[in-house]
């Protein structure tokens, strides 16, 4: 405490106002594959937070039977009774990225100007090369007209004339030939953005000035026409000179226009390398069989000088939208990023890829959109010299680009195992050497608050391993309900009861915690995402309804019956059960909770046991509920008491805490009775001395009223009331 030694006033404030924190206590934990999505243990990511089915779908894809277990189908029916769950995608090490390949291209680009010895002339229609330099054309304008053609789309990209005033020619004091040396002056050395443009490389030797079109590969061109004003003003058709240069001598051929070409470059020496975020087919572009679009596409678009629309297209719609070019030194979309750690895209990555690509591609930058392209990677150097026309045979493109056009994403991988072992292996995880969790070890973490888990569906649910592991973590973390199920088409109750037992062919052990809950039989549902009946493990339903009954009663009301466990979207029950199967499943040590079919009142789970043997309170759902929900409580309010005075002052704080906590669960018929005890009585001073603070919580938790049982008595007439 403070000392005051001086005469004031002072204010001193102390925060006593502890209560018992609120907890959610329908936190669902889905381990299982998914098409798409973030990968538990990989680059860092944890078990994902989803709180509605779109964005289920959005994150980790639709379900399909092509995809082991069913918990995809699962998240979609226990989101209907929850907004808050953690699904734990699982994948092995063949999980692989899909991934496009965008080719490279080079721009139609022509040499108007410089001292090139093969950059183009221009003059009057009726003269030969010796007139190019005559005084009468110096004092002329001259027009030059570039149109660009896309023949992929069959489509005039653009037509633009540039027309350079008189007195911006000049002579060669070498051959005596008009060269348009002012170009670069007139068009102020830069691409325009019309997409067709003139630049002017002051920085090069050469000082030559291009004009170029901006759309690449092999399907566009740019043609040249020329045109003189005469003296009376009007326009006239000029001639174009190709000039030759071949042993040093000099030669000139006159057309009316000049086309140049661009081509692609192949894209197993380079290309620019499209990869999905995540491993996964749900990547892979394509048409379902209703007619949609799957997956993800990448589109590159037309712009002006070097830049380039770069959209990322997901189910067929539009995404995400990037424009490469505008930073100087680059014209690939470094925004896009080239891995995880420095992605701005939720779909991609993207990098230029040297010779063949695959997961681990190497990659280098492109150089300048007007430099020459020295080398890439497997082509080797590209030699040939910059001239009039940029051709494939030069191969040295100095405008590249992306080639527009749409390019879906392919060979993405699931990475879901084949055999039962690797399946068990990719679903109960590990601890990665990053310190990463995967799959079920991804559970065992107390920030996520999951208080009911399952890996359901066939292939992973119906696993002994996975079973065994998940109830075993349950155990270990004492933070959730482990719920499992028997294999679909098991066959009449006595094989399911033998099952749970250890009896079969499927598991050898019996199942026997209270961290466990055991469900059957399997439940037919109509699934929207492919128009067909399909026969769902039972534990999901459990789940749901668990969900369900908390937000109309609590976790210690038992989700079971009529009232808290009636299911309305299953259409049918796997195995038809009487009273004697029903009471064969929940009784003589058994530990099934049935889900029946009565004739009027529908489907309903009817039973709420866990898979604990021994008769104790822990032996029922609702009961094992409550303490998992006291327990979070507890350690979430009274975190802050630690290191506080071990004595009596701390010891009637902390029963001011978990007093209130008692109370209103015992408003709420969750416990009949308790008691708290916080003293010296169980804070022994050998207890004390090791630094230990205790308090002995005393509980009785409501029974729930699973026999409703009426005594009819008949008496004769002479009886008295």
Do not use: H
Not at 22 to 30: E, F, L, M, Y
Not at 312 to 322: H, I, R
Not at 632 to 659: C, G, H, M, Y
């Amino acid at each position: 405490m403070a000392n005051f030694v001086s005469p004031g006033v002072y204010v001193i404030e102390k925060d006593i106002s502890d209560y018992p924190a609120s907890i959610n206590s329908s936190v669902v934990g889905i381990v299982g594959f998914a098409g798409r999505g973030p990968i538990a243990g990989l680059n860092g990511q944890k078990a994902t937070l989803i709180t509605s089915v779109q964005q289920l779908i959005d994150v980790f894809g639709e379900p399909s039977e092509a995809l082991k277990g069913q918990a995809l189908e699962g998240a979609q029916e226990i989101l209907e009774t929850t907004n808050s769950m953690r699904f734990i995608r699982a994948a092995d090490d063949n999980a692989t990225e899909a991934s496009a390949a965008v080719q490279l291209g080079a721009c139609p680009a022509v040499c108007v100007s410089g001292t090139l010895s093969n950059s183009i002339k221009v003059g009057a229609a009726d003269v030969g090369m010796s007139a190019i330099g005559s005084a009468d054309l110096g004092t002329s304008d001259v027009r030059i007209t570039a149109t660009c053609y896309d023949q992929l789309r069959a489509v005039t990209v653009n037509a633009k004339t540039y027309d350079i005033p008189k007195g911006t020619l000049s002579t060669s004091a070498s051959n005596g030939a008009t060269t348009m040396l002012g170009l670069s002056k007139v068009l102020g050395g830069a691409l325009d953005a019309d997409r067709i443009g003139a630049y002017s490389d002051s920085s090069s030797v050469d000082g030559s000035a291009f004009i170029v079109n901006p759309v690449a590969g092999d399907a566009t061109t740019m043609e040249l026409s020329c045109g003189i004003k005469d003296d009376a003003g009007v326009w006239q058709p000029g001639k174009i000179f190709q000039v030759l240069d071949k042993d040093g001598d000099r030669a000139a051929i006159a057309v009316e226009s000049i086309t140049a070409s661009g081509f692609s470059l192949d894209t197993t020496g380079a290309s620019y390398l499209v990869q999905s975020l995540w491993p996964g087919e749900g990547y892979n572009a394509g048409t379902k069989a209703d007619g949609s679009t799957s997956g993800v596409s990448f589109e590159v678009g037309v712009n002006g000088a070097a830049t380039t629309t770069e959209q990322v297209n997901n189910l067929g719609v539009a995404a995400e939208t990037f424009k490469a070019g505008l930073t100087s030194g680059a014209f690939l979309e470094t925004d896009i990023g080239t891995s995880y750690d420095d992605k701005t895209s939720s779909y991609v990555t993207a990098a230029l890829a040297i010779a063949t690509y695959d997961n681990t591609v190497a990659v280098t930058g492109l150089p300048n959109f007007v430099d020459k392209v020295k080398t890439l990677g497997a082509l080797g150097t590209l030699a040939g010299t910059q001239g009039q026309l940029v051709t494939k045979a030069n191969m040295n493109p100095r405008f590249a680009k992306l080639v527009q056009g749409t390019y879906n994403l392919a060979a993405g991988n699931n990475g879901v195992p084949s055999g039962d072992d690797d399946t068990a292996t990719a679903i109960i995880g590990t601890t990665t050497s990053t310190g990463g969790k995967t799959g079920i070890e991804a559970l065992d973490d107390d920030v996520l608050n999951i208080s009911i888990a399952l890996t359901p569906g066939p292939g992973v649910g119906d696993n002994e391993n996975i079973q065994n592991a998940l109830i075993t973590m349950a155990e270990r973390t004492t933070n959730f309900l482990a719920l499992i199920s028997p294999p679909y088409a098991i066959g009449r109750p006595g094989d399911a009861i033998d099952w749970t037992n250890g009896f079969a062919t499927t598991r050898s052990a019996a199942v026997n915690s209270s961290y466990g809950a055991v469900y059957w039989p399997w439940l037919q549902v109509f699934s929207v995402a492919d128009g067909k009946n399909r026969w769902l493990a039972p534990e999901i339903f459990a789940a749901r309804q668990m969900g369900y009954t908390d937000n109309v009663a609590d976790p210690w009301w038992a989700p079971a019956g009529f009232v808290r466990g009636r299911l309305t979207k299953p259409t049918d029950v796997e195995v038809i059960l009487n009273q004697g199967d029903r009471d064969s499943m929940y009784s003589g040590g058994n530990c099934i909770n049935p889900i029946v079919n009565f004739p009027q009142n529908g489907i309903a789970i009817f039973g709420q046991r866990t898979s604990q043997r021994q008769p104790t309170a822990l032996d029922r759902i609702n009961v094992r509920r409550l303490m998992i929900y006291i327990k979070k409580v507890i350690l979430a309010s009274t975190q802050r008491l630690v290191f506080e005075p071990n004595d009596r002052f701390t010891w009637a704080r902390v029963e001011q805490l978990i007093n209130p906590l008692m109370s209103e669960i015992s408003n709420r018929r969750g416990i009949t009775q308790y008691s708290v005890i916080c003293d010296e009585s169980v804070n022994t001073p050998i207890r004390v001395d090791r630094n230990e603070m205790w308090c002995k919580v005393l509980i009785k938790p409501t029974k729930t009223a699973e026999m409703v049982i009426f005594e009819l008595n008949l008496t004769n007439q002479s009886a008295q009331f």
